[in-house]
């Protein structure tokens, strides 16, 4: 059982490319989110999913798109980087309702500087 | 969701418990109270969660107090794997909108030998 796994890790990028970070997970979740941390900071959420087809923004969405076309896999989208989304990117996942306890499984997260 | 306010941070010896106080004074009566943490830069862990029983699991207690305004996570014997962010959390279980969590900055918690 993996869990949640995010691809890549690591990534360098230049101001204006794309890219996206992948989250997959092997659970059965309904619930998947993606959060970003910032040195010293909490997690704050970028988007949300309640199942698939279904996503809503969170707290900090700009400049970043989802989508959710299976259950497994939430993927996160940066149109044009830009440096003040270096960061480390989180991705997680739950039932939904009042399924199992509520918890929320974490990936290990994915490293991203925008130069 | 309901706001909560945790110490910056806080020192605990090794093998002693280590009490992490949280503050949700505004918590609503169908609100449970969540604890996680988050060792060096991994991604955030569960703990322990709970609605107004106190609850004890492997890992910790959680003690809530009777107006449920605020709580306490015990961590019974501390160790040096056990310092980490921790973060208190309250939130509902049953709407979609529940799921809008963000995480405060938490107690950083250092136990040393």
């Known amino acids: 059982n993996a869990g949640v796994t995010q691809t890549p890790k690591f990534q360098v990028l230049k101001t204006g490319q794309s890219m996206t970070l992948q989250c997959a997970q092997d659970?059965?979740?309904?619930?998947m989110s993606w959060y970003r941390q910032d040195p010293g900071m909490g997690l704050r959420l970028i988007h949300y999913?309640?199942?698939?087809?279904?996503?809503d923004q969170g707290e900090v969405p700009n400049g970043y798109n989802v989508s959710r076309s299976t259950t497994e896999d939430f993927p996160l989208r940066l149109l044009s980087a830009a440096p003040s989304q270096t960061s480390v990117y989180f991705c997680?996942?739950?039932?939904?309702?009042?399924?199992?306890?509520?918890?929320?499984?974490f990936g290990e997260g994915s490293r991203l500087t925008v130069l | 969701d309901a706001k909560t306010t945790q110490p910056t941070s806080m020192d605990c010896a090794e093998g002693r418990a280590a009490n992490l106080p949280c503050n949700h004074s505004?918590?609503?009566?169908?609100?449970?109270v969540y604890w996680y943490r988050q060792i060096h830069s991994q991604g955030p862990q569960y703990i322990i969660h709970?609605?107004?029983n106190n609850e004890t699991n492997e890992m910790a207690s959680l003690i809530i107090t009777e107006d449920r305004k605020s709580s306490t996570l015990i961590l019974p014997h501390a160790t040096l794997r056990d310092t980490a962010v921790y973060y208190c959390?309250?939130?509902?279980?049953?709407?979609?909108?529940?799921?809008?969590?963000?995480f405060g900055a938490g107690t950083t918690v250092t136990v040393r030998a």
């Open positions: 659970m059965n979740h309904e619930y």
């Open positions: 709970g609605l107004k």
């Open positions: 505004t918590i609503s009566g169908n609100e449970y």
């Open positions: 959390i309250v939130r509902r279980r049953l709407y979609s909108n529940d799921y809008k969590l963000s």
């Open positions: 999913s309640v199942g698939a087809g279904i996503t």
């Open positions: 997680a996942s739950s039932y939904s309702g009042t399924s199992g306890t509520g918890e929320l499984f």
